[in-house]
């Protein structure tokens, strides 16, 4: 999901394609290498928007680790 926060369709429409192919390529992949079988769930916060494409995938994955450990 990604919401607004006050920002254009153009920089929504960016964050978005860019969370889908982070989860696309490296995330769901790392889950698929665990077995995991989770349901993933994506919000974009207000920071999204000013982050690079590395930062965002940084983000996700040491999310995803902190989900795996605990």
Partial sequence: M???????AVARNLVRRR????ARIH???A????????????????AAYDASYQRLRATLMDSLE???AG
């Fill in 2 to 8: 990604t919401p607004r926060h006050g920002r254009g």
């Fill in 19 to 22: 969370l889908t192919e982070i």
């Fill in 27 to 29: 995330l769901l992949p």
């Fill in 31 to 46: 889950l698929e290498t665990r077995r995991f079988d989770l349901d993933v769930v994506v919000r974009a916060k207000p």
């Fill in 66 to 68: 902190t989900v795996c």
